[in-house]
């Protein structure tokens, strides 16, 4: 028997219409209410016993569900506080391209392992995922976030030799702005790598897989088909469209492609689902802890200036081929060549200026590539254009009698003991660690090589008859300051030989067990080519020797 209170306003045939329930039979168990349309509010009502049909069952009401832990951000962190009372077996220093690569590589391969796995990054959560993906960025607001000094710091602007050099601090690092550029080194210089070729085109192939790196950016592009084959017919045969990491699949049966641009956050998708990792951020690391030439673990701070010791039995740093070495030093991990070395390319720039009624209607995107083909041609050119527009979305590009194309020449430079990063010990930043200083310098050979490159850019714009034009006062071919360039590397090169570099083949800092060191820092000999691939090839390899290891 069941019993309700009847509602305000209800009536026996109000409540007899509700549930259902034959009104004669209401009638019959409530002998009391003679009257079934009478006004029966707040007198209780008797109801008959549910019963089930026995051909339509109700299945039982499910319970709730139990609640979960919520994330405050798109990313799951871990309190610096509960990963000190961890003990990891690897910790990375570093979110960039080289430390996302490492991570991605251990999840990937040690999915059902109990291995412990954290990573720090010094800055603070800024976008989830690149910024060319992110709707309401163009040209102009893109640089103004990538200035932003919350992220961005000019350390140049106190570096004589170093005049263009910029820190960046954000999960992601750089790779949440890198133009996504993805060539291969050139063979002449892998030769001088202490990596066979057989063994860095297998790592090529699995970071340009993992990366979705092609050349279909610019595929279809009218001006960028009509100036490769100005090109090519103009001796420049090796020219074509930029290699690209983009994934440019089409969205469909529900696995949305709209992540075109790649960074690092690619890889920390692929490694949340892949298996868990600690992450947190605002977590600067300011020395590698190490007892009798092992590695133990690594000091990090908070803004807030608290103090915390992680501990890990393997430490890779990854943050960069300037604060790597600035790490290593201020823990006394000196190295025979431990900051030594650093390299840059040369970067000359200029632009042209194109006719528009020799293009078609329909422009598209121009990429061009023309690498380095040899020792006797230590340099390569990129083209961007039309105009700003070599990226862009929501807004239309204006039709216009003429258009600019952007010419990047990068130089090789000599990988010299005597360029190199070092700590200046009157000068401490606000964790206690001695500033940066640099000291570099361009060779004759490097200087020659510009010359070599002003040359070829010369004839760039000849063949493609784009005359010079200055834009912005600047004169019309000029050499970006040292650093502009965004390929700082070398400072701690993969070298057997301790003398001529700060780590072995496979990453690990010479006389220090169990610490690696996967960025831009350990390319040996830097070619022509735009690092980044290299680096996340080098970092995947690194993961697989210390794989092995565990």
Request: net charge neutral.
């Amino acid at each position: 028997m069941r019993i309700c209170v009847a509602p305000g306003g209800h009536t026996l045939r109000t409540i007899a219409n509700q549930h259902r329930v034959d009104i004669a039979e209401l009638l019959a168990l409530n002998p009391t209410i003679r009257d079934p349309d009478r006004n029966i509010q707040g007198e209780p009502v008797k109801l008959p016993p549910f019963v089930t049909p026995a051909n339509n069952p109700i299945p039982p009401v499910c319970p709730p569900d139990p609640p979960s832990r919520y994330l405050d951000q798109w990313i799951p962190l871990t309190p610096l506080e509960q990963m000190e009372k961890t003990d990891y077996d690897v910790l990375i220093v570093g979110t960039g391209a080289g430390g996302s690569a490492v991570l991605w590589r251990l999840c990937e391969r040690l999915r059902e392992s109990g291995i412990r796995i954290g990573i720090v990054e010094a800055g603070d959560l800024l976008l989830p995922m690149h910024s060319f993906n992110i709707p309401t960025l163009n040209l102009e607001r893109w640089r103004q976030l990538f200035e932003n000094p919350k992220i961005s710091i000019p350390i140049g602007m106190r570096l004589p030799d170093f005049p263009a050099g910029t820190l960046l601090h954000a999960l992601g690092g750089r790779t949440l702005f890198w133009t996504g550029v993805t060539p291969r080194m050139h063979g002449s210089a892998l030769l001088k790598w202490p990596v066979s070729l057989e063994e860095m085109s297998a790592y090529y192939n699995i970071a340009e897989q993992v990366m979705s790196v092609n050349r279909d950016y610019t595929k279809g592009s009218r001006v960028t088909e009509v100036l490769v084959d100005r090109l090519r017919a103009g001796g420049f045969t090796e020219a074509s469209g930029l290699p690209m990491a983009v994934d440019l699949d089409v969205t469909k049966y529900g696995q949305v492609h709209s992540n075109v641009f790649f960074s690092s956050l690619d890889f920390f998708a692929l490694s949340l689902n892949r298996r868990s990792f600690d992450l947190a951020v605002n977590a600067r690391a300011v020395r590698v802890l190490h007892e009798k030439g092992k590695v133990v673990g690594v000091q990090v701070m908070t803004p807030d200036k608290r103090s915390f010791f992680i501990k890990s039995k393997n430490v890779v740093v990854s943050a960069g081929a300037l604060e790597t070495p600035q790490l290593l030093l201020h823990s006394g991990i000196q190295g025979g060549a431990v900051g030594h070395y650093l390299a840059i390319h040369s970067f000359t720039m200029a632009h042209g200026l194109l006719n528009r009624e020799d293009f078609p209607e329909q422009l598209g995107t121009l990429g061009i590539l023309i690498p380095q083909t040899s020792e006797r041609q230590p340099y390569q050119i990129q083209l961007y254009g039309p105009g700003g527009y070599f990226w862009y979305k929501y807004e239309d590009e204006p039709l216009r009698n003429e258009f600019t194309v952007r010419f990047e020449g990068f130089g090789v430079v000599e990988s010299r003991f005597d360029n190199q990063v070092y700590l200046d010990p009157a000068r401490v930043d606000e964790y206690g660690v001695p500033d940066i200083q640099i000291r570099f310098s361009y060779s004759d050979k490097d200087l020659e090589v510009i010359q070599q490159v002003v040359r070829a850019i010369r004839k760039v714009s000849e063949t493609i008859r784009a005359p010079f034009v200055s834009l912005d006062g600047r004169p019309k071919i000029c050499l970006m300051p040292a650093g502009q360039d965004n390929h700082v590397s070398g400072t701690c090169r993969m070298s057997e030989d301790s003398r001529e570099g700060g780590t072995n083949r496979y990453g690990e800092v010479h006389g220090m067990s169990g610490l690696f060191v996967a960025d831009n820092s350990v390319v040996p000999l830097v070619g022509a080519s735009n690092p980044t691939l290299s680096t996340v090839s080098l970092a995947i390899r690194t993961a697989d020797y210390l794989i092995s290891k565990l």
